[in-house]
């Protein structure tokens, strides 16, 4: 059960980053017809993207990404040993990161708590609050400890191939 709404959260976040990247894609490219065509520009095209979407992209596909195996990783030990040495080396590559993100994931809350409590703003075309811009990152990076927390104790699946 926890496995499935964890895959949803991920999956969801992602598609939130996904449509991101396509807002910022939409608004540069706007931005730059507009000041061809009209000599106008999109007023609000670099604070959106600046304070709100580039957070997004880095942060809410973390946990999926991983998930599916399409981050990058540094091995610094065999792909896999036999027996306790094995595990552990597999445990302790999860844990590691696990406690790095829950670190971002800790001090980025904070800050984001601190921008909601005092009611914090980047003034500009728009008056952005800062709080939402801020919220991302502990986002994304506490889902990606859940799922680096879930991996250390899952029953690690029979391999087939032998």
Known sequence: MFERILKKTEDTLHLTGCLGLVTVAALINADILLRLIANRPVQIQFELTELYLMPALATLSLSRVFRDGGHLALDFGPETLPGFWGTLLVKTRLILPAAFFAGITFMSAKFAWGAF???????????????????????????????LIHDVFRTPEPDLTR
Do not use: S
């Open 117 to 147: 409590a005092h009611h914090e703003v980047e003034y500009g075309v728009i008056d952005w609050p800062l709080g939402w811009a801020y919220a991302v990152v502990p986002l994304g990076c506490g889902v990606l400890v859940l799922r």
